[in-house]
């Protein structure tokens, strides 16, 4: 029987127990990338290890998310990043050099490597051919510590390409399709590997597009094959050596197919507040704009930006439009300004903003109360522009173009007079590494900076044999991680915990850090209750440390996402779901409630998962009366870390 891609790539990585689907496995990681807004924090972890250098083969600190410097807390977490990466051995990327998934994929990723990020769209590097993961800080500190990455073996859903896409029709109107089938939720421990012949049609930063938004279904990341023009891109790269082919073998058996015809697809887009919510741009056509933004990790190519260009060649965007472009990396921008299409784009009356995540995450450039903001980013949250009202739609640089022009949504198959812009794959990018800066050979003398607001990690207590407490918040369905750890404004203290812990579930309840650091005070275990898909989204572990901060244990919910389940485990709170989802009904806000024996319930847990038998965890809410069976799908790793209460306590114990 032939294997898929996936396979050979994490057998070829393997440390750690078989790779059956279902079981868990250690991998071997060759590259880490972080950025600012994660980086600090997974940095004072590995510092916490006592390592004098990392071990995997590269590591890469970028800087792109906190650069609205606002004060001193951002420029000192710059300083701290890049002392750091000088003494113990990573690459600095500093700020202006670009979006840290656009630049890995220009300037260091390899077909057949594995990547983990400190970021939920590492997956980015799926487009050249690699296993690229998203995770927590302390998960991506482990991994420059040398040690291996814990993930479920995972399921392989073929998406089987055919055909080539028409003028006007995108990449991103391609991962729109998959989210419409496959949704967002109910894909953990899954990896999309892409086939077919219309692979042939894509480019590599059109792959890196589908591969980064892969990461709003769910799944453990997506992947391309390494072919001829992946080949192409590296070569333009300059970077020819690092190219070897790679695909399934011809009979590999999947777990799943999806099949699209990529030339009978029409542009979409996904409207307010959900990637998921898919919808078709010929049916929004005529609807009111105020705001357009372009750029971030998923649509910030050279090609992307060209293409933008020449559809604003000598137009101006309408009145009452506000057009901001953001190219995804200092390569990109140069490029721009040397062929005409940055001239073009300010002469459209467009505004030429960083290359970083900004707009992205918040940071800057919100539209206006109740505003009706065309993003070609990948997440479109509500409140995660910085505006609580925003209606914000997520679509294709093409389709952006065309409505800041117009004013409107303008469907890109009407006949709108405007001339397709065919760009093709350059034979050579303009390659200036000036903004890396690389380590010494020895860093051992260097000196860490630390400015006032950099604190040390907070640890967790092990874990109680019985967990008494209180349901301090009951939330709904779909709670990002930008409902739990607010970014934009607040995103400057994520190196100081305390001060970042005042602001958890701030868009839900802004009197939850109160009422819960009060609970911890007197004593109590705090408890979360949610719903389905709790905690999808981006992969800050702050969702996991400042809730832990406060006294949170566990967290109950219908569903939970894997990169917030596994950081959930890594700062020591329990991840529990419902056995039957209809008795989240029963528990209410600020109950009582009791798990007795909770170490003994999780071991007898996890063995009889083990046995391919169920074991539920029983909690009782003494407010109401009632039991409830959970489940507490952990594996043993994971089941160590919680029991000492968490990873960092967990390797001190092995010390």
């Not at 080949?231 to 399934?248: H, T, Y």
């Not at 799943?256 to 010929?282: Q, T, V």
């Not at 400057?492 to 958890?504: L, T, W």
């Not at 485990?569 to 029963?586: Q, S």
Request: proline share 5%.
């Amino acid at each position: 029987m032939g294997k898929t891609l996936t396979a050979k790539i994490l057998e070829a990585h393997l440390m750690e127990g078989r790779l059956v689907q279902g079981l868990p496995i250690g991998i071997r990681i060759d590259q880490t990338l972080t950025q600012d807004a994660t980086g600090t924090m997974a940095y004072l972890q590995f510092e916490s290890m006592g390592l004098p250098h990392v071990q995997n083969e590269l590591a890469v600190s970028y800087v792109d998310h906190n650069t609205v410097q606002v004060g001193f807390e951002n420029a000192d977490d710059h300083l701290y990043l890049q002392s750091v990466a000088a003494k113990y051995g990573i690459v600095f990327s500093r700020p202006g050099n670009g979006i840290c998934h656009q630049v890995h994929l220009e300037r260091f990723g390899e077909p057949g490597k594995t990547l983990l990020g400190s970021d939920s769209h590492t997956p980015t590097g799926g487009g050249l051919g690699m296993i690229a993961i998203g995770a927590g800080g302390l998960d991506v500190a482990v991994a420059m510590a040398g040690g291996a990455f814990h993930l479920i073996a995972p399921k392989v859903i073929e998406i089987r390409l055919h055909g080539e896409l028409r003028p006007w029709v995108s990449a991103k109107d391609v991962i729109l399709a998959v989210l419409e089938r496959f949704t967002v939720k109910g894909n953990v421990n899954c990896v999309f590997e892409y086939t077919g012949d219309g692979i042939a049609s894509l480019e590599v930063p059109e792959r890196a597009t589908i591969c980064n938004m892969g990461a709003e279904c769910g799944v453990t990341t997506s992947l391309f094959p390494s072919d001829e023009n992946t080949r192409r891109f590296l070569e333009a790269q300059g970077r020819e050596a690092a190219w070897k082919p790679l695909s399934a073998d011809g009979d590999a058996v999947y777990d799943g197919l999806f099949e699209i015809d990529l030339s009978s697809l029409e542009p979409r887009c996904a409207a307010p507040h959900s990637p998921g919510n898919i919808l078709l741009i010929k049916d929004l056509a005529g609807k009111k704009i105020d705001q357009v933004a372009i750029g971030s990790c998923t649509n910030s190519s050279y090609a992307d930006m060209r293409k933008v260009a020449d559809i604003l060649d000598g137009r101006i965007i309408a009145p009452g439009v506000s057009l901001g472009i953001a190219p995804g990396s200092r390569e990109v921008l140069l490029m721009l300004s040397q062929d005409g299409s940055l001239e073009k784009m300010i002469a459209s009356g467009a505004r030429i903003l960083e290359s970083a995540c900004g707009f992205c995450i918040g940071n800057h450039f919100s539209p206006n109360t109740n505003g009706v903001s065309l993003r070609t980013s990948n997440r479109n949250f509500e409140g995660r522009s910085g505006t609580k009202t925003g209606q914000v739609y997520l679509v294709s640089p093409e389709t952006a173009a065309l409505a800041a022009i117009a004013g409107t949504f303008v469907d890109p198959l009407s006949d709108h007079g405007v001339a397709y812009p065919s760009v093709g794959m350059p034979s050579r990018f303009i390659v200036d590494d000036g903004m890396f800066i690389f380590p010494p050979k020895d860093g051992s003398s260097v000196e860490v900076v630390r400015g006032p607001n950099i604190g040390a990690p907070p640890t967790n207590t092990p874990m109680k044999k019985n967990l008494r407490g209180t349901v301090v918040i009951k939330v709904g369905d779909k709670i990002t991680t930008d409902h739990i750890m607010p970014a934009g404004q607040r995103l400057k203290f994520r190196s100081n915990i305390p001060a970042y812990s005042q602001y958890v579930f701030e868009p839900v309840d802004a009197q939850f850090a109160q009422r819960a650091a009060a609970a911890r005070d007197e004593g109590q275990d705090n408890v979360i209750v949610a719903g389905l898909s709790y905690g999808q989204g981006s992969s800050r572990e702050h969702a996991a440390i400042c809730p832990m901060y406060l006294g949170v244990k566990a967290v109950v919910a219908k569903s939970i996402e894997r990169i917030h389940q596994n950081n959930l485990c890594n700062f020591g709170i329990v991840p529990l779901t419902f056995a039957d989802e209809g008795e989240y009904d029963l528990i209410g806000q600020g109950d009582e409630v009791v798990i007795e024996d909770l170490p003994g319930q999780l071991r007898n847990a996890v063995e009889a998962r083990a046995e391919g038998t169920a074991f539920p965890v029983v909690l009782t809410d003494v407010t109401n009366g009632v039991s409830i069976d959970l489940v507490a799908d952990v594996t043993p790793a994971q089941l160590k870390m919680l029991l000492a209460g968490g990873l960092l306590n967990s390797l001190k114990e092995n010390e």
